[in-house]
């Protein structure tokens, strides 16, 4: 009797020591906008889209990143907002500003910004667009700077600050926010 018991506990146990030892072998927040070990890993964020009520005095239509947060809001008629969760800038790499949206892709390219480049020197000099790809299924480009709202394929970063100054957001969450933004779309980064 002891024996049916004991060997389904072993089996657990070892499973679960597989599990931890794997997941802290995989853990890494290198700098690169979504792609560490865990890139090709697919799955939901934690962090759901809802609509809510918003008070602030931005004009419908108006993206609204909140940094402290890690939410950003579309701002939507009759005081609401979609709010999604968002991965934002590490320590350091965070900044505000308004902007607007200058450029919409799909499964757009990464080609590393120099800067990027000089700090992590082993990454890959272009990547075409794709489900490998850190931009991941969308990509929207903020004025003049080097950052995007962008996919990503590590949901579980959302909600993080783990960029190197772009904002993460799911693959299914950026590609509702790319339908129903359009360039020339004012973007709003709080940061405080």
Excluded at 26 to 34: A, K, P, S, W
Excluded at 72 to 101: K, T
Excluded at 144 to 161: C, D, K, V
């Amino acid at each position: 009797m002891i024996r049916i018991f004991a060997a389904p506990i072993s089996a657990i146990a070892l499973l679960t020591a597989g599990v931890s030892g794997a997941f802290a072998e995989g853990f890494d927040t290198r700098d690169i906008m979504g792609g560490g070990p865990n890139f090709f890993r697919t799955g939901v964020s934690a962090i759901s889209r809802t609509t809510v009520t918003y008070t602030g005095t931005y004009a419908p239509g108006t993206i609204v990143v909140n940094t402290a947060e890690r939410r950003l809001y579309l701002v939507l008629p009759n005081g609401q907002a979609l709010r999604y969760g968002i991965g934002v800038g590490r320590d350091g790499f965070r900044w505000g500003g308004v902007h607007r949206i200058t450029a919409k892709k799909e499964w757009p390219d990464w080609t590393p910004p120099s800067q990027m480049l000089a700090r992590r020197p082993d990454l890959p000099r272009h990547m075409r667009g794709g489900i490998e790809n850190p931009l991941g299924a969308r990509a929207m480009y903020l004025g003049s700077t080097l950052y995007r709202i962008h996919g990503s394929n590590e949901p579980e970063t959302i909600g993080q600050a783990v960029s190197s100054g772009c904002f993460r957001m799911t693959n299914d969450d950026v590609t509702d926010l790319y339908g129903r933004v359009s360039v020339g779309t004012t973007v709003v980064v709080l940061n405080n």
